[in-house]
């Protein structure tokens, strides 16, 4: 236990280590999920000649069975995985090869009760659900640097072993035990160094709160002051940090250098852990995005997943887990893909930056609360549909994959994500229906639909220069120094589309004293001392962006915002709100800010950014293509450019190429420079230039 704590220590102390980027990867890794130890002992050979014929070059394994790997506090097994893997390698399959941490077997829970975690007004977790333990406790520790350490270096050199995953999906869990509050209260020494700093940062003097020690600091359970709230949540992110980075320090003892380390998000935008700093003690980062199918799939969240998932750490990335059939902890949304979708959706991982696809899961479980969380194979374990599409892109990535492989995505616009403004605005809501996210979401999807390739900056993201344009979603949690970055970056030359409620609290989520939007005064070209909420949604004057009546409208929040240079390009249809402008722009040095004081509709937000996008020189004929048809333009691994045409619907398409002369890669054609192709439903075109 001393070992693991100490372990534990250390990362708390050291700043985040980044590895070095050096590895590619020679093509596309197609696979998925598998335990055998959840199956009958006959069919391992079965499955691996299934796998064979399916063209799975990968396969994920060992994170989910911890009992099985301890099945008694101190024994362990290893022949059931050896025979396992021996079999891949023999196979030509290659391993990623989990931790076995997020789940713990009975036998630790009986020994130790009191690692389950203990959440915000003491709610203790029960056993029976997997991460319901307190990944801080020491006891937990021992065991989980345990079964690593003895796991990982039995297995460090089998061939089959490519990369290891650390943990899996790892949040905080909500832990907030006594031991958590007392590292809380050491994390606050550590920032703050005086109580008096703590005090003046989170304004204790309300309500006579004012502290003499940390040690006389109230629990979170009760905490209603913004600043506090707000560095609770860093602190619960922090904590997952850690965890992961421990993890990654043992693992790296024992890996060889063909090796990589990666961890596997949770799709989509995750507020609850900072994966710009998880991602620097990774090699790869990977996702876990599942996404609607059949008439809903529209690959958007598929791109959205990709796009923050590669802008970790600006490079390619792995999908661990995807739909392969149906999914859900129960039977309430078995909606099997399409003919068609699934090798749609393979197709776009890749064009988002994947090197590798892998479903959860080979085969389909028969008990448990996953039962139809459905695999590859059905229950019934046969060949069926999906595994002959499956294997439709086994065939072409054998071919194709070395081309496809380490596909560099262009953008030239990115979208600043700010967890602490998510978290600030959630503590101070201002709408039941309006938040942080859904401005983000809508802002994604725009650019999306307009087949603008996405990228994400982060506020500690060291360049934004290299964008023509960057949306901010509502930054309003925000330094004066990250400020100043974005009023040097429209000085430069750079255009950027604010929203609402931006820059109006400091890093403590304290409100400024100064007027706002405070240090973006100058480049915003505009003041504002007043806000309202809107209770009803207002019509912007002379529909200025020509949405029509049904999009011409605004919403939920009002800034009266008064001009200091900046332009009206739209003010409020309304006796009182008429006299404030809606949407701003202003000049600054080089480039344009453009300022959204109110919140937008999908057809008004789409528009602003079209606008905007045309200022940049970014717009063309990627912008008229087809509604269900989405463009991903990169560069292959040769240098090639290369062009991704996605038909997400179940109606051909016709489409204007407005590129080089080139080849189809999936149907070997000669493609004529600004010529046109068609799309059958739920298809693709990928054309690489000469």
Known sequence: MLRSALALLVYLLLPALAFAQSRSFDTVLYGASYYHEYMPEERLDKDIE?????????????????????????????????????????????????????????????????????????????????????????????????????????????PSIIGFQVDNETTSYGTAGPNVQTAFRNHLRDKFKTVD????????????????????LPPADGAINPGYKLEWERFQQKITTDFLAWQAAIVREYTKPHHFVTHNFVGGVRTEID??????????????????????????SISLSGDLCRSLKQTNYLITETNAQTIGWDSKTQFPPYDGQLRLNAYSHVASGANMVAYW???????????????????????NRIYREMSKVGAEWKALGPRLANFERQADV??????????????????????????????????YNLNIGTDFVFPESEDFAKYKVILVPPLYVASDALLQRLSDYVKGGGHLVM?????????????????????????????????????????????????????NKVSAWAEMLQLDGAEALATYDHHFFGQFPAVTRNRFGQGTLTYQGTHLTPALQSKVLLDVLGLAGLTGADQKLPAPVKVKHGKSSAGKRMHYYLNYSGDAQT????????????????????????????????????
């Open 197 to 216: 700093a703590l005090n003046k940062a989170w304004g204790f003097v309300y309500w006579g709160q004012l502290l003499n020690s940390f040690e006389e």
């Open 414 to 447: 990115a979208i600043l994500y700010s967890i602490d403004s998510h978290h600030g605005i959630r503590i101070m809501p201002f709408s039941d229906n309006v938040n942080y996210l859904t401005v983000l979401h809508q802002m994604h999807r725009a650019l």
């Open 275 to 300: 994966e710009f700093a998880i991602a620097k003690h990774l090699d790869y980062t990977a996702v876990n995005p599942y996404h609607d199918v059949q008439d809903k799939l529209d690959g958007h």
């Open 50 to 158: 299934l796998m064979k014929q399916a063209g799975v070059t990968v396969i994920r394994l060992g994170e989910s069975t911890w009992s099985s790997w301890e099945p008694r506090d101190g024994q362990f097994e290893f022949a059931w995985m050896e025979r396992i893997l021996d079999k891949l390698h023999a196979a030509g399959i290659k391993v990623l090869f989990g931790t076995t941490t997020y789940s713990i077997p009975p036998w630790l829970y009986q020994k130790h009760p009191e690692i389950l975690v203990t959440r915000l007004g003491g709610v203790k977790a029960t056993y029976g659900i997997r991460q319901n333990m307190d990944i801080t406790h020491p006891a937990y520790l021992f065991h989980a640097e345990r079964v690593i350490r003895k796991v990982v270096s039995h297995f460090k050199d089998h």
């Open 499 to 551: 929203s609402f409620k931006s820059g109006f609290t400091d890093e403590n989520d304290t409100v400024r004293h100064t007027r706002m939007p405070g240090p973006l005064r100058e480049a915003a070209g505009f003041t504002y001392q007043e806000f309202s909420n809107l209770t009803d949604a207002l019509a912007l004057k002379g529909d200025p962006f020509k949405v029509g009546a049904a999009g």
């Open 655 to 690: 489409v204007a190429y407005a590129y080089g002369a080139g080849t189809e890669l999936t149907g070997g054609k000669t493609v004529a420079a600004n010529s046109t192709m068609r799309i059958a439903p739920w298809d693709l075109a990928i054309v690489e230039e000469r």
């Open 361 to 383: 899961h080979w085969h389909s479980l028969h008990y448990g609360q996953e039962t139809y969380w459905k695999g590859v194979l059905a229950h019934d374990l046969e060949p």
